[in-house]
């Protein structure tokens, strides 16, 4: 599976769109862009995944670059309880396979 | 609330001791995920059952042991305990398809060894 990079931390003001960065330059054609996010020792929860389309569900909008060497997860209106560690993953879908964490970005939501 | 339980959620234990964590995953979920989140290792995949049958492994020590049951519940078997596994142990699972792949964790057992 590709590497990822993310910032370490981020702050957003509550009410306000978080927009959460991550470079994946040596994804191929065949993975997929997955975002989860840990809430302070809560199990990992899955908020959204794309391949080169955007998409967006209730929870947040993933967008990724026309070259997809990058992507950005949005949260358009967060609320104290989004600040949690946000993970980018590349991984190949339908193979059932294991995810990779890094280390992911901590999004403080501030009041 | 993912569908996936756990238990027990905490657990002390002695060094050299052997403990078991238990995992139910959704119902129709056939692949079972353990992971290890320790602070300085962040998550870490340990070993993954498909319908009973190993399929995956990753960083298990030989002293930790899994297996998958006919009804699909796992176990994680962790013996000769040493103060560094101490950590939180997450089981995840998932459809295996081609379009739902993606994992629902369970809340954890914390695990400390003193």
């Known amino acids: 599976d590709a590497k990822t990079t993310q910032p370490p931390s981020m702050d957003c003001a509550e009410g306000r769109a978080a927009n959460l960065p991550c470079n994946h330059s040596t994804i191929s054609g065949n993975e997929y862009v997955y975002w989860y996010r840990q809430i302070h020792s809560q199990g990992p929860q899955y908020i959204i995944h794309?391949?080169?389309n955007n998409e967006t569900n209730e929870m947040a909008s993933l967008i990724i670059t026309e070259d997809r060497k990058s992507s950005t997860l949005i949260l358009p209106h967060a609320t104290l309880r989004d600040t949690a560690v946000y993970y980018c993953?590349?991984?190949?879908?339908?193979?059932?396979?294991?995810?990779?964490f890094g280390s992911g970005t901590q999004l403080t939501v501030l009041p | 609330d993912s569908g996936v339980t756990q238990t027990p959620k905490h657990l002390i234990t002695a060094t050299g001791q052997r403990v078991t964590l238990r995992c139910s995953p959704r119902?129709?979920?056939?692949?079972v995920y353990w992971y290890q989140q320790s602070l300085d290792q962040g998550l870490q995949f340990l070993i993954q059952?498909?319908?009973?049958?190993?399929?995956a492994k990753g960083n298990i020590l030989e002293r930790f042991s899994a297996q998958q049951f006919p009804d699909l519940h796992s176990e994680l078997n962790l013996s000769s305990l040493e103060l560094g596994d101490s950590a939180l142990y997450f089981c995840?699972?998932?459809?295996?398809?081609?379009?739902?792949?993606?994992?629902?964790f369970g809340p954890g057992t914390r695990l400390t060894v003193l």
């Open positions: 119902s129709g979920d056939l692949s």
């Open positions: 993953i590349v991984r190949i879908t339908g193979s059932a396979r294991q995810l990779t």
């Open positions: 059952y498909y319908n009973g049958e190993e399929r």
């Open positions: 995840a699972s998932s459809v295996v398809g081609t379009l739902d792949s993606e994992q629902f």
């Open positions: 794309g391949l080169k």
